[in-house]
């Protein structure tokens, strides 16, 4: 079992749409969650970190329960510039050098006019 | 602000024959680098940690005497793929972390495509 997985794409909607991406992660030694998004051929961007209250940037609401070991990206009113693949990302802390990134496979979104 | 550039952004070289390649915070000081492999429809590979004015830490299957990782200053580590060959040929990003903040994100480097012929 992968130590972070997520929702298989592709995800094809029309612009408007709300879309949900869905993530689980196994290490509970996990502290720090983000969400980043990745065009075709280019680096990865971070999008928003995710916090355990909950988070939203405009469009984009993050969620984060603990207890279930689950992330939730919710795009509200998607638009054609949404397409792309999010990536669900985990910190995984390693003791005294701060931890280092665990990435979700990706799930792949095309917003269609 | 966080902004972390690579050099050069592709190269092609011949099997057998070493490239470097640059890793640069352009806006902060990292003490803590990254490099990642990514191979087409897969997900990033920690290939290694890259820490300021030590040895770099190596993620398991990744040979450390092929891939040599220097890391000499706040914002800047290399990483220099030795003998490449055909199956080298990948999509190498770095990232640096923004210290400080408790989150421990990471902001990556635009890529370099090697292709190995």
């Known amino acids: 079992r992968k130590e972070v997985e997520q929702d298989p794409g592709p995800f094809n909607v029309p612009e408007g749409a709300t879309v949900a991406f869905n993530c689980t992660y196994s290490?509970?030694?996990?502290?720090?969650f983000f969400w980043y998004r990745q065009d075709c051929r280019k680096e990865p961007k971070l999008l928003m970190s995710?916090?355990?209250s909950g988070n939203e940037d405009g469009r984009f609401t993050a969620q984060l329960n603990r207890a279930s070991q689950y992330i939730s990206l919710l795009i509200r009113d998607s638009k054609l510039s949404d397409s792309a693949t999010y990536l669900c990302?985990?910190?995984?802390?390693?003791?005294?050098?701060?931890?280092?990134?665990?990435f979700g496979q990706g799930t792949e979104l095309s917003v269609k006019p | 602000g966080a902004v972390v550039s690579q050099h050069p952004s592709w190269v092609i070289c011949k099997s057998g024959t070493s490239v470097k390649i640059e890793c640069r915070s352009l806006?902060?000081?990292?003490?803590?680098m990254f490099w990642y492999r990514q191979f087409p429809k897969q997900s990033l590979m920690l290939m290694a940690t890259?820490?300021?004015?030590?040895?770099?830490?190596?993620e398991q299957g990744v040979e450390k005497d092929k891939f040599l990782i220097n890391h000499a200053s706040l914002t800047l580590s290399t990483l220099t793929v030795t003998s490449a060959h055909p199956e080298d040929s990948s999509f190498y990003i770095c990232?640096?972390?923004?210290?400080?903040?408790?989150?421990?994100?990471?902001?990556f480097g635009p890529g370099t495509r090697l292709t190995v012929t």
């Open positions: 990232s640096a972390r923004l210290s400080g903040t408790g989150h421990y994100e990471q902001y």
């Open positions: 290490n509970s030694a996990s502290q720090s």
């Open positions: 995710v916090y355990s």
């Open positions: 990302v985990v910190n995984r802390m390693i003791y005294n050098q701060g931890g280092k990134l665990i």
């Open positions: 806006d902060f000081q990292a003490t803590t």
């Open positions: 890259s820490n300021e004015g030590s040895k770099a830490t190596y």
